[in-house]
């Protein structure tokens, strides 16, 4: 059976980007020109899940609005004839199926995931989470769904990050797999929801990249509140990984070395502004130039 299901929960309050998400939504903050929910919802569709649930809550009308048609605007633009802003403005019309339910109680990450149950149904499914872009020039989505497809259970993302960072994450520990060729596909031996530095197993850290079998959702619904009295999918694997096969257990990491964002964070998001910007064929020469000139000016 081949994935088509994309999950992306998007009900967080983004308390670190306050005030600008006041009132609009930290998912639909502009990077560059697109909002960093496009980015993920692109990514979903360019590993082939044309079927994206979003999960939102109050205040998230926006989000709905994106991706939905603007007819006044639309025919503003034909009537001028600006079909390249006319296409901008369908591209995320047109990107995928995107449905929305909404999470209703802020109870964690685990319980927003829980809230796909019905409509994902008893097929494996991808969890995107917003605040993590990943540069699209690095593959990471693909080859976990290929790995869930060859050893079935669930699999997540893992990076390397600095043993002060470990604290932010939630931490994995691991152990190679017999017989494979490539280091990076492991075999997770336990997790923890943002240990303390000194009782993290690792320093590699769950980012937001996930593919979930769904016998994920009944251990959810059996998963009691954990670290910050909210119900964690971290903890949730971590009884799908004890699990036999045959139910859905076993969770497999992979370690991802490519280029990735966290646009939940204001420096990071700065990064991610600049170094996007600066790829971009329309603005990145232009750029690049002041970029430069500005940074030698600047005392670092
Ligand atoms: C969530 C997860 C955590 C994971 C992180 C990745 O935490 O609970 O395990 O490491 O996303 O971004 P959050 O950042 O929502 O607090």
Aim: net charge negative; proline share 6%.
């Amino acid at each position: 059976m081949t994935i088509h299901k994309a999950v992306i929960p998007a009900a967080g309050l983004g308390t670190r980007f306050l005030p600008a998400t006041k009132s609009t939504p930290k998912e639909m903050l502009p990077v560059v020109d697109k909002p960093a929910i496009q980015y993920v919802v692109e990514e979903a569709v360019a590993a082939g899940l044309d079927d994206v649930l979003l999960i939102t809550g109050r205040s998230k009308r926006t989000l709905a609005d994106h991706f939905d048609a603007v007819p006044e605007l639309e025919a503003a633009l034909e009537a001028k004839g600006d079909t390249e802003r006319l296409a901008k403005v369908r591209e995320s019309t047109e990107l995928a199926n995107v449905h929305f339910v909404r999470q209703g109680q802020p109870r964690g990450l685990g319980h927003a995931v829980l809230q796909a149950k019905h409509h994902v149904g008893d097929e494996p499914f991808a969890v995107l989470l917003g605040d993590d872009l990943i540069d699209e020039r690095d593959a990471l989505l693909t080859p976990m769904l290929e790995i869930q497809e060859r050893l079935g259970g669930s699999v997540i993302a893992l990076l390397e990050v600095p043993a002060e960072q470990i604290s932010s994450y939630g931490c994995a520990a691991i152990e190679p797999i017999d017989g494979t060729q490539d280091a990076d596909t492991v075999r997770i031996t336990g997790l923890v929801e943002k240990p303390p530095v000194d009782e993290a197993p690792s320093n590699l850290a769950i980012i937001g990249r996930y593919v979930l079998h769904p016998a994920v959702f009944e251990v959810l619904e059996n998963t009691a509140p954990g670290r910050g009295g909210e119900i964690q999918l971290t903890d949730a694997l971590a009884t799908l990984m004890d699990m036999p096969a045959e139910q859905g257990g076993g969770v497999t990491g992979v370690v991802f070395r490519g280029r990735r964002y966290d646009t939940g964070d204001r420096l990071d998001y700065l990064k991610a502004v600049v170094r996007i910007a600066a790829d971009r064929p329309d603005l990145g020469p232009d750029f690049k130039e002041w970029l430069a000139g500005y940074v030698a000016g600047a005392e670092v």
